[in-house]
């Protein structure tokens, strides 16, 4: 692991996390041994807009249950157990911090999901998978922190097959203004790469990808704050479930930083679409 890499994995580490939301689940009157899917979707989708931006990504892609299905920065696992769910398919999820995939593995396991999910420790510049072993990769809010987008692009190309699809959902640069730290991804500015969308072409041009289709979502995210601002008002605070319990002390402010670069026109999140070419 590289030392961006180690520093990366550290910041997204939470310690006694599953028990955590074993208990915000039993505050909001779940069954924390046994929980429903929608009873982790506040906490277990950890990109803009949760089930909602993972629903709008997938339903642009023909996913059937023999579709073989790569999660690359799965977090703890909310994505892939959805896709599962949602479509029969296998999904395996891939996540540079062990913390992460320890409670993917945990709440697969209390979802009756185990053998539809699987997860594994990995970098996604050396990805843990064989070659042209995958249908579908899969990327939510990733490519924030890594800086060699070319490196990411050729791992996602060796592990699809030909004609495989690479649909990621990323967090892009849309200006040159200096960006206020800390953000969900980065407490720092020393491991946020945040690049613009003509990056992501390159190096997916460079990998032999077509890019298919790319969608500009920051109407739907300003919408999507503005509805999760509203519900935290009126309640007089976050729900017991939720992102805040994987952001630390700092999760307040990595928002607001985030909602007023998206509103500035700083930074958008971003669909893109790319397929692998057959030869």
């Not at 540079?96 to 009756?112: E, M, Q, R, Y």
């Amino acid at each position: 692991m590289s030392d961006v890499e180690s520093r990366v994995s550290t910041h997204y580490s939470t310690t006694n996390l599953i028990d955590a939301i074993r208990a915000a689940l039993e505050k909001a009157g779940a069954n924390p041994d046994a929980p429903d899917l929608d009873d982790l979707k506040p906490v277990d989708e950890f990109h803009t807009g949760g089930v909602e931006a993972t629903d709008a990504l997938i339903d642009q892609l023909s996913i059937t249950p023999e579709t073989r299905v790569l999660d690359i920065g799965c977090g703890i696992g909310g994505a892939s157990r959805h896709v599962a769910a949602r479509t029969g398919a296998h999904v395996r999820g891939v996540d540079l911090t062990p913390d992460f995939i320890a409670v993917a593995k945990a709440l697969s396991a209390a979802t009756d999901m185990a053998d539809r999910t699987s997860f594994t420790t990995g970098s996604a510049l050396d990805l843990p998978v064989a070659d042209a072993s995958v249908d579908l990769a899969l990327m939510f809010h990733v490519g924030m922190n890594i800086e060699d987008k070319t490196r990411l692009f050729a791992e996602a190309a060796r592990v699809l097959a030909p004609g495989g699809t690479f649909a990621l959902f990323d967090v892009m640069r849309t200006s040159d203004r200096l960006l206020t730290f800390p953000f969900p991804w980065a407490e720092q500015a020393d491991f946020s790469f945040v690049a613009p969308p003509e990056t992501y072409r390159q190096a997916a041009a460079a990998a032999g990808f077509s890019q298919v289709g790319e969608r500009d979502r920051s109407e739907f995210a300003k919408a999507f704050f503005d509805r999760v601002f509203k519900r935290i008002e009126e309640a007089g605070g976050p729900p017991p479930v939720g992102i805040h319990l994987l952001m630390h002390d700092t999760g307040p402010e990595k928002i607001k930083n985030y909602v007023t670069h998206l509103q500035a026109g700083d930074i958008a999140p971003v669909e893109m679409i790319f397929r692998r070419n057959a030869s």
